[in-house]
């Protein structure tokens, strides 16, 4: 089992920043991939930014260039730094962690901080 607690959502002007943070506890050392996923009002639940435990990184098209994501697993944390942020990036957004135990996946969720950007 891992936990996983989201932190840094809030309100922000277009073009400001935020940085999103994700602690995790728990099985940690299973974790083998982790992510930031968002739900926008009204749309489907989509992939932000995900990185696998050797490093490899990939974005949203509509993210790259403004989006970093990266890791930390001496801290176990997560972290989705958000530049030059638009109106459309308002969303939920959600870690997401995958876990490999005895050969099988399992999937873990925060609950989800809330990103608004607005003037």
């Known amino acids: 089992q891992v936990q996983l607690v989201e932190s840094g959502g809030g309100l922000v002007q277009p073009g400001g920043s935020l940085r999103l943070s994700c602690a995790a506890s728990g099985s940690v050392a299973s974790i083998y991939a982790t992510g930031w996923y968002r739900r926008a009002p009204g749309k489907q639940r989509e992939l932000v930014a995900a990185i696998t435990s050797s490093g490899s990184t990939n974005y949203a098209d509509s993210v790259k260039g403004r989006f970093t994501i990266s890791r930390s697993n001496a801290k176990n944390m997560l972290y989705l730094q958000m530049n030059r942020l638009e109106p459309e990036d308002t969303a939920v957004y959600y870690c997401?962690?995958?876990?490999?135990?005895?050969?099988?996946?399992?999937?873990?969720w925060g609950q989800g901080t809330q990103v608004t950007v607005s003037s």
């Open positions: 997401h962690v995958v876990t490999v135990v005895a050969g099988s996946m399992y999937d873990y």
